[in-house]
């Protein structure tokens, strides 16, 4: 099983749509939990952290399932500007928490 | 708004040649990082960097690689003998703290070794 798993997408949706992402992780003592977004050939820049209780910045929320090992990201109302890679990302207990794993990325396309 | 900043933003280099990444990560940041993405793939760890020294490495990050903060500034990535498949992307990060507080990126550099 891999460290971190994401479903590659494509996911194709009209603008105002609302979309779903999943993130698996296989290591239980993971502590801290990220979504970044990647631009095509950019850096990966940080959208959130996921916090147990929940988060939500704006459009934007994340959830943490500890039990299931599973971290998710919903986006409400999308934008042509939410086009991008949404990699899941995080960082094992057990290494200090100096290292962190990326999953492969969900690639959206949102579509006038 | 602080950043990231890395140099060059595009390297091409000769196979078995030695190349030198630079870095300047957000000033009160005290761990730094660097990450390679391979086109196409996904964002893989190489080496964290806290207090002069390294924190962390991955598999990747083997006898050719080596970091190093020169001075209280600048953060490198140093290959000693490139190879074909050390092409890809070079990301420095930083962070304020260690234990999975979020990183900030810089716009990488890429690499291309022919």
């Known amino acids: 099983r891999k460290e971190v798993e994401q479903d590659p997408g494509p996911f194709n949706v009209p603008e105002g749509a609302t979309v779903a992402f999943n993130c698996t992780y296989s290591?239980?003592?993971?502590?801290?939990f990220f979504w970044y977004r990647q631009d095509c050939r950019k850096e990966p820049k940080l959208l959130m952290s996921v916090y147990s209780s929940g988060n939500e910045d704006g459009r934007f929320t994340a959830q943490l399932n500890r039990a299931s090992q599973y971290i998710s990201l919903l986006i409400r109302d999308s934008k042509l500007s939410d086009s991008a890679t949404y990699l899941c990302v995080v960082t094992p207990r057990n290494t200090g928490g100096f290292k962190t794993i990326f999953g492969a990325g969900t690639r959206l396309f949102v579509k006038a | 708004e602080p950043e990231v900043t890395q140099t060059p933003s595009h390297q091409v280099t000769q196979m078995g040649q030695e190349v030198i990444l630079r870095c300047v990560p957000i000033s009160n940041h005290l761990y730094f990082y660097w990450y390679r993405q391979i086109l196409g793939q996904k964002v893989e760890f190489l080496v964290s960097?806290?207090?002069?020294?390294?924190?962390?490495k991955s598999e990747i990050f083997d006898d050719q690689f080596s970091v190093e903060r020169p001075d209280g500034s600048n953060f490198t990535l140093k290959i000693r003998s490139t190879k074909l498949e050390d092409s890809a992307m070079y990301f420095c990060?930083?962070?304020?703290?260690?234990?999975?507080?979020?990183?900030?990126f810089g716009q990488g550099t890429r690499l291309t070794v022919v």
């Open positions: 290591n239980s003592a993971s502590q801290s």
């Open positions: 960097f806290y207090n002069n020294e390294i924190s962390e």
């Open positions: 990060a930083s962070s304020e703290r260690g234990q999975g507080t979020e990183a900030f």
